[in-house]
């Protein structure tokens, strides 16, 4: 399994993937937070918060993560190298964790600059230091979990199909149902009865409780357990496809 990480963290970054997925999300997020004039940008809000960071992030990787992922499984199919894996001894699920890891070591890299972003606010606090680092923590917990969620559905969607372009399209629009869609579903007024029970399926009430600094052991549960699920159904289908 490690073999194949290595394999697969190697390739993303011998690639313009992995150069790419890193300086598009700092590019966004950098734009969106210190440059250009709009409610985000921390300058203009005239607190020492990164909380614009946290919102801005997830909608980001909504699409750099299934970018990420789409060839994972995909690339292995259309190359007819997918069969040979499956022959080696090795698991389905230790290639599919292998392969997820590979998926999340990428967005975690990816997320480690903006600790720099943590170092400029604290020195634009007033006075300096002046931040709820709580928060900020517990927020780059929730970002973790989520990403996690994320690169799970892109490896799912990566494996049902030899089209990257396919599982790239299928993987944002699973992960916006999984972060978006559950809550507007909650909102539909015939459905308000059981509100609380359709938004807890999804991520973004889970995402927004961590974010508040309060490391809640259900919402960490939830997102653990919607990763496994869908690394679950991603075996099922390679055992589909050894058949």
Known sequence: MFALFKKELVTFFSSITGALVLS???????????VIPNDLNIIYGGYATLESLFYLAPWVYLFLVPAVCMRLFADEKKMGTLDVLLTRPISEMQIVFGKFLAGLAVVLISLLPTLIYVYSVQQLGHPVGNMDLGGTWGSYIGLVFLSAVYVAIGVFASSLTDNQIVAFVLSV??????????????????LVAYRDTISYLGIDSHYRSLSRGVIDSRDIVHLVSLVFFFLYITKLSLMRSKR
């Open 24 to 34: 598009v999300f700092l590019l966004v997020t950098g734009l969106f937070l210190w």
């Open 173 to 190: 629009l699973l992960s916006f149902m999984f972060y978006s869609g559950f809550d507007s579903l909650a909102a539909i007024p015939s």
